[in-house]
């Protein structure tokens, strides 16, 4: 028997894909904040929702003052919730949590207010 060599586990590196690197092309313009947080997904104006990414980016920057906080901010819910399932982005995962807190949070509120009364 010969000597067994550990294999290097492979790294995820994200690559967009060609779909999302394509140019800007659609008539709703983004501001610069929700520029970042595209470029941290990787995918451009035409290749994603831009309601999706502007519900991503009020949250990340909801209590936040700086670009690099809300990007961890994101990176950290990217991290706790885990990869996706096949097929599905990274930004759609974090956008249906985001949308079932919101929900969450909202049904809080009226509980409450039912108790209070």
């Known amino acids: 028997m010969g000597i067994v060599k550990a294999v290097p586990t492979p790294q995820m ?3 967009p894909n060609a779909e999302a690197t394509e140019a800007l092309n659609v ?3 983004l501001d610069s904040v929700h520029q970042s947080v ?3 997904f990787g995918v451009s104006q035409g290749a994603v929702d831009a309601d999706m990414m502007k519900h991503i980016s009020d949250w ?3 209590n936040t003052e700086r670009p690099s906080d809300a990007l961890r ?3 950290n819910l990217e991290l706790k919730l885990g990869q996706p399932a096949v097929g599905e982005t990274r930004y759609n995962r974090l956008h249906r949590w985001i949308v079932i807190q919101n929900q969450r949070v909202e049904l809080k509120k009226q509980q409450d ?3 209070n009364r």
């Open 13 to 15: 590196v994200h690559k």
């Open 60 to 62: 990340a920057f909801e």
């Open 73 to 75: 901010k994101i990176k």
């Open 113 to 115: 207010l039912i108790r």
């Open 27 to 29: 008539n709703t313009p």
């Open 38 to 40: 595209m470029s941290y």
